[in-house]
């Protein structure tokens, strides 16, 4: 995971919360609620990295918890790994 930037890395975060959350069978208001908040702004806008939104430690730390899931498996790049290799390669064939 070399050479990410923030950017790539708080996509990644996002898109990893969104996976786990919908393995779990939770929507984004079931999330919502469970870590406090009365609205989905919080969770859609950082899922989808929505205008620089991206969840942070805290977010990160209480989202695990209720997922049981390991708060490390929110880093791992998954399916989003692609997406990098194909932006990089890109910048290659420029």
Same mark, same amino acid.
């Given at each position: 995971?070399?050479?990410?930037?923030?950017?790539?890395?708080?996509?990644?975060?996002?898109?990893?919360?969104? %996976?786990?959350?919908?393995?779990? &069978?939770?929507?984004?208001?079931?999330?919502?609620?469970?870590?406090?908040? %009365?609205?989905?702004?919080?969770?859609?806008?950082?899922?989808?990295?929505?205008? &620089?939104?991206?969840?942070?430690?805290?977010?990160?730390?209480?989202?695990?918890?209720?997922?049981?899931?390991?708060?490390?498996?929110?880093?791992?790049?998954?399916?989003?790994?692609?997406?990098?290799?194909? %932006?990089?390669?890109?910048?290659?064939?420029?």
């Amino acid at each position: 995971m070399q050479n990410l930037t923030s950017d790539d890395l708080y996509k990644i975060i996002g898109q990893n919360v969104a %996976k786990f959350r919908k393995e779990k &069978g939770l929507s984004q208001l079931d999330l919502s609620l469970a870590m406090g908040y %009365k609205s989905v702004s919080v969770v859609s806008g950082t899922e989808i990295y929505y205008n &620089g939104k991206h969840f942070n430690i805290e977010h990160l730390l209480k989202i695990s918890q209720i997922l049981n899931i390991e708060i490390s498996e929110f880093l791992k790049p998954w399916y989003f790994y692609l997406y990098f290799i194909i %932006k990089h390669s890109l910048l290659y064939l420029k």
